[in-house]
């Protein structure tokens, strides 16, 4: 009996074992969700990163079909101001819809902007429909010749550039993450080179590393990247801080030169 009664206390378990087992299971879960954490960020990235090189691949495909343009970024946005390359609008005070837009025929059967999973604003903004994403417009959104003083003087904005003009495509971005700080966070459709082509002053930046500090990057040849933030400004124009934000730009050359055409 008493041996009996003895393998009976061996096989069952105390509140010290449970304790313990329960504490390695805490222990194992506490190790095991950051890097759950990290991997669903890095899936969505990855998400991300096939979206915006789907626009890059849309608009040359949309240059193909157009002589060799490519879309306009945002046509008579001073006059009737109801185009961008994301959508069309009827009235100034309506949202854009993307299901209209110029790149919708090249976007699948849904003919839908896939939306950046992470990017996530403080509230709607005048450009709501482009997924999160910006356009190189002040290069390859219009059409532009340089002066003899090098300044970029836009000729129209009714057509993007012309394809054989971007000397560079490996390197001219064409489509990237983006937003932009007025208040709060809100979407923004144009990725703004470091200084406003027509005049050399330093514009606001809208690149969004939102990405565990790095921004998708779509090049004009095609091919994507990831970008880690390298600078950022505010004019002071604006009340937002972009730097609490992630937003900025990328690259060590204070130029333009990762969004000319040259």
Not at 135 to 144: F, L, M, P
Not at 215 to 233: K, L, M, V
Request: aromatic share 10%.
């Amino acid at each position: 009996m008493l041996r009996y009664f003895d393998i009976r206390l061996r096989r069952g378990v105390t509140l010290l074992e449970l304790l313990v087992v329960v504490g390695a299971i805490t222990l194992l879960l506490g190790l095991m969700l950051p890097g759950l954490s990290r991997a669903r960020e890095q899936a969505k990235a990855a998400l991300c990163q096939s979206n915006v090189r789907q626009l890059a691949v849309s608009n040359g495909m949309y240059a193909q079909d157009s002589g060799g343009v490519f879309v306009s970024g945002a046509a008579e946005i001073v006059t009737k101001n109801l185009r961008r390359w994301h959508g069309v609008r009827k009235k100034k005070n309506e949202p854009f819809d993307s299901s209209q837009g110029p790149l919708a025929p090249y976007l699948g059967a849904d003919a839908a902007i896939r939306a950046c999973p992470t990017f996530v604003p403080d509230k709607p903004g005048f450009e709501k429909g482009n997924g999160g994403y910006g356009y190189n417009n002040a290069y390859i959104g219009v059409q532009t010749f340089a002066t003899a003083k090098g300044q970029t003087i836009v000729t129209t904005d009714l057509a993007g550039a012309r394809s054989h003009h971007v000397k560079r495509p490996a390197d001219t971005l064409m489509f990237t993450d983006c937003a932009f700080v007025d208040q709060s966070l809100i979407e923004y459709s144009f990725a703004e080179p470091r200084f406003h082509s027509q005049y050399g002053t330093r514009a606001d930046p809208s690149i969004h590393f939102r990405h565990d500090g790095h921004a998708n990057i779509a090049w004009t040849d095609g091919h994507g990247s990831s970008q880690r933030r390298s600078f950022t400004y505010s004019s002071g124009f604006y009340e937002g801080n972009p730097a609490r934000h992630n937003i900025g730009w990328f690259g060590s050359a204070d130029d333009n030169s990762l969004f000319d055409l040259q």
